[in-house]
């Protein structure tokens, strides 16, 4: 069946700002579907409301609307535009939500637009766990006894009937809100309250408990000829009562059986194939019994989900891209497999590697949290590593995470009290697998282990292999000593340099050299989506420590992006957008553009961004290993955040250029102390400050300062750690936190300007010039971080004589610090005396803000100002803003019932809103306007 011609125009609906439960891996979804429509030369109209992603790029769709997910903005969308058909199946649960409630409106039917990819009675159906129940139970797929209740006393019924342990699941949400396990009836009530409050339809279902059954997902495709593919399957390491997305995952699954997985996958084929106009991606999980292999249906979802984005990494299989065509009517074997060009979309990749995908966690975010993991998803990133081993990919994995891990223990963090590490292993928490690892070094039984976690043998057998090499290494006392055999074993097992020099108590420095002088260096291979069966054309590769290396250098001109790693607050999508934009820019100058980054929800990691892209840890002696590999003219630092700028100072020993800004300018601008030298000599206002090595120090720089004093460490993000405090009590407390989670760090304390108001400037320099890009004014007063603070472009109540500091200012330090690129610099504003609080020489998270109020392709052209091949009067700017635009930042409290809410110097948002206004009279301005209000009058 070839492509329906009748659609010529669509609409994709966006999954709106990130929140804990449905972050960039949407973006991602939409992007690619997108780009998969304008390829068959149909116009594309977009609406999504985060400013922080490529999705709501010009590069991505004809028509973007910035605009809030709401009818109104439908509407107004299907006035102004001649849409033939709307595909919701990209933007995770909100789309699906929003398309549900326009069909219920006869929005679609008014403007006669057709849904494509899926229907709402194939929503209704898989959404409403009492209709998804009964229709499994007619194909004759297992489920769960359940009971529906709408009402309090009906879950007390069903409750009653089932018996405990039971599992309480809220209809129409999404990352598992308003979930949970309820063990014994004396936490039942709370939890049915919460579930049904969190339901827009005030539904649950309340369901028999299967905990300790093996939780799989699977990835399906399906065309309107009712032909279905099954892309990936993916085991969760932690059994069922963990949420998908806060548990680690594996793909292909490593512990189940060939009769099992054919009965699963004939099962899904099934049950996809029974929701009716339905043609595009699906996901389907299941929950197994550990030893008789029964089968049971726990949801199905028919949209790409948070897994589809994993799959299609895992595999090299676009699944939103093929997802899109076959929307407009496509069939699966009418598709090229983009991957090797020659066969066709209707196959089923093959995997000789192992995936796995780990997640990334920020609860020292929100003190007072509950870190035991349930239901309710709570983390907020994940990160995605490649190995030819389960135990090479989960050492990798745990070194993606950027919490300063070197690998799955052996590197200073070590639990030694049994008891604690017991505690660990039953209530399941962030660190449950690196408490595995040291239960088995003390020497807990596999079996122990098996029975307090639930997690299948194989995996802690696994596990356990890796604590019986450190034994054998333990044997030898220097590097030299090691047999050959011995570390190759070790580094196909994933160990890090670091890990094996905290095994011998040496320094890494000398581990790395006698690795070189034994010829033992990583090799990269290729992710081919059929096992290489079939030559692949696409450069997607991994590392790994074997004999061929299928990743030859070119001889044009490299250049080596870093990326951003995984999301956490503090550097999330925004980070993503900025690499992206560096890579597009980098091709376009004729160069070759090289991609690294490990994380599996973003668009950076796509396989045809990049002229390469390797799936790594952003870890030193990873990026290193590439750098030696593909010897690239220079490495970009200032796209990828803080995770990237970290590396810089490797890079410039190493002797590698930094492409724009030198690492000893950006140092200048990232050493506290330097920087307010360097503002002294400038003759530019700035708090006083003070660095401190030790509590004592701290005291006397609090003293000479006087309270309230802003407390931080050096060289974070997010404003990790920081405080504000207002006596010794309070500063001495707080740097012996600082010193006891972060032992190399200096801390910083600066004066606190007390009700200030904050602004910030973006900023282009070529050497030459310096262009603003943007003048943001925070609409919280000076100590709530920038990320947390909504803020306002242009500025609103800043007199013309501060702005007009603030930009000689920012001009001066520009030039000051020899930047090439971009700068962001943030300053407090009392009185009409304007300090200055910090400089980063990097790309903010402010930065894609401004970029898409203005409409301008501002990283597109600090990109080539940083590669040297133009200034700044190259480009004509025309910046298009009438009226407002303001940054809102958006929360995910209601994941961590009880934590402290109140915002401060350390950022807690996990996403932003963009909104636009043509005057300060609107109200939903006045509204938000009143916060400084509320801040300045306490």
């Not at 990749?349 to 609860?363: A, E, G, T």
């Not at 957008?577 to 160069?591: F, K, Q, S």
């Not at 700017?877 to 402290?900: E, H, R, T, W």
């Amino acid at each position: 069946m070839p492509k329906d011609n009748s659609i010529q125009s669509v609409l994709i609906i966006g999954s709106g700002p990130i929140i804990i439960g449905q972050a960039c891996e949407f973006d991602y979804s939409g992007t690619q579907a997108a780009r998969s429509l304008r390829e068959e030369g149909i116009e594309v109209s977009l609406i999504n409301s985060n400013p922080a992603t490529i999705m709501t790029d010009p590069v991505t769709a004809d028509h973007i609307y910035l605009l809030p997910l709401t009818i109104e903005s439908i509407v107004h969308i299907l006035e102004e535009r001649r849409i033939d058909a709307v595909l919701p199946t990209m933007g995770g649960q909100t789309a699906l939500n929003l398309a549900i409630e326009a069909e219920k409106q006869q929005v679609w039917e008014r403007y006669g637009v057709r849904m494509i990819g899926v229907d709402t009675a194939a929503i209704e159906l898989t959404e409403n766990r009492e209709l998804f129940r009964q229709h499994m139970l007619q194909l004759g797929v297992g489920v769960a006894e359940s009971r529906i209740a709408n009402s309090f006393l009906e879950g007390k019924e069903a409750a009653q009937h089932i018996g405990f342990p039971l599992v309480i699941r809220p209809s129409f949400t999404l990352g598992g809100t308003g979930g949970s396990f309820v063990l014994k009836a004396a936490d039942f009530d709370e939890s049915l309250r919460r579930g049904l409050d969190a339901s827009p339809t005030h539904e649950v279902l309340v369901e028999r408990a299967v905990l300790g059954w093996k939780e799989f997902e699977l990835e399906l495709l399906r065309d309107a000829s009712d032909n279905v593919v099954i892309i990936c399957t993916v085991e969760n390491m932690d059994p069922m009562g963990i949420h998908t997305g806060d548990s680690i995952t594996v793909a292909p699954a490593m512990t189940l059986s060939d009769t099992g997985f054919q009965r699963m996958r004939d099962t899904a084929i099934r049950m996809m194939r029974s929701l009716g106009n339905f043609s595009g991606g699906c996901n389907v999980q299941f929950a197994m019994h550990p030893e008789t292999e029964e089968i049971i249906a726990v949801e199905i979802n028919p949209r790409v989900s948070r897994s589809s984005a994993l799959a299609s990494k895992a595999t090299g299989y676009p699944i939103a891209k093929v997802a899109a065509k076959l929307a407009i009517g496509y069939r699966l074997d009418e598709l090229k497999n983009q991957i090797t060009g020659t066969t066709s979309a209707y196959f089923e990749p093959s995997l000789d590697y192992v995936i796995v995908k780990m997640p990334r966690w920020n609860f020292e975010k929100f003190h007072g949290a509950d870190r035991r993991l349930g239901l309710q998803m709570k983390s907020v990133g994940e990160v995605m590593a490649i190995g030819r081993s389960f135990c090479e990919a989960l050492q990798k994995a745990c070194q993606s995470l950027e919490n300063g891990r070197h690998g799955l223990g052996a590197d200073k963090k070590e639990w030694i009290n049994t008891q604690d590490i017991f505690n660990r292993l039953e209530a399941v928490s962030d660190d449950r697998v690196f408490r595995i690892k040291d239960a088995l070094r003390l020497g807990v039984p596999e079996k122990t282990i098996c029975k307090l976690t639930g997690i299948d043998p194989w995996f802690i057998k696994e596990i356990r292999s890796l604590v019986q090499l450190e034994d054998q290494l333990n044997k030898y006392n220097l590097p030299e000593d090691l047999p050959e055999e011995l570390f190759r074993e070790l580094k196909c097992n994933g160990y890090s340099d670091a890990q094996i020099a905290w095994l011998m108590r040496v320094e890494e420095r000398d581990v790395t050299r006698q690795r070189r002088a034994l010829g033992l260096r990583r090799v990269y291979k290729l992710v081919d989506t059929c096992a290489a069966e079939f030559e692949a054309r696409t450069p997607y590769y991994y590392s790994t420590y074997d004999q061929e290396n299928e990743s030859h250098p070119g001889p044009r001109k490299k250049i080596l992006v870093m990326g951003s790693g995984p999301n956490r607050i503090g550097q999330g999508i925004e980070f993503d957008y900025c690499c992206v934009h560096g890579v597009l820019a980098i091709r376009e100058e004729g160069m070759e553009a090289i991609m690294v980054n490990c994380n599996p929800e973003t668009v950076s990691t796509d396989f045809d961004m990049a002229d390469k892209l390797y799936f790594e840890p952003i870890y030193w002696e990873h990026i290193e290993d590439i750098i030696d590999h593909e010897q690239p003219e220079g490495v970009i630092v200032q796209l990828g955040g803080q995770t990237a700028l970290k590396l810089a100072e490797h890079i410039h020993k190493k002797g590698i250029p930094i492409i724009g800004t030198s690492y000893p300018d950006m140092d200048v601008a990232e050493d506290r102390g330097q920087f307010s030298d360097l503002l002294k000599e400038m003759g530019i206002p700035y708090p006083q400050y003070g660095v401190a090595t030790d509590a004592d120090q701290a005291l006397a720089v609090a003293r000479r300062i006087g309270y309230p004093v802003l407390v931080r460490p050096s060289y974070v993000l997010g404003g990790q750690r920081m405080r504000i405090v207002i006596n010794d009590e309070e500063l001495e407390r707080h740097v012996l936190s600082i010193f006891k989670h972060l032992p190399d760090n200096k801390v910083l304390i600066d004066q606190f300007l007390e009700r200030a108001k904050e602004a910030e400037i973006d900023a282009i320099c070529d050497g030459e010039d310096v262009h603003i890009m943007g003048i943001m004014e925070h609409i919280e007063p000076a100590g709530i971080h920038s990320g947390d603070s909504s803020a306002v472009l242009p500025t609103y109540s800043l007199s013309e004589s501060a702005v007009q500091t603030m930009v000689e200012y920012a001009r001066a330090i520009a030039f000051r610090l020899n930047i090439r690129g971009l700068i962001n610099i943030q300053f407090a504003i009392k009185g009409e005396r304007v300090f200055v609080i910090e400089a980063n020489p990097r790309a903010s998270r402010t930065t894609p803000f401004i970029a898409k109020a203005y409409q301008v392709p501002y990283l597109n052209m600090a990109t080539k100002v940083m590669l040297g091949t133009h200034k700044l009067k190259d480009f004509t700017i025309g910046q298009q803003l009438s009226g407002y635009a303001i940054k809102v930042p958006v929360f995910s409290f209601n994941k961590f019932p009880g934590v402290d809410i109140s915002l401060g110097p350390e950022m807690k948002s996990t996403g932003e809103a963009i909104h636009f206004i043509r005057d300060l009279h609107d109200p939903y301005f006045r509204e938000i306007d009143a916060r400084r209000y509320m801040y300045l009058s306490r």
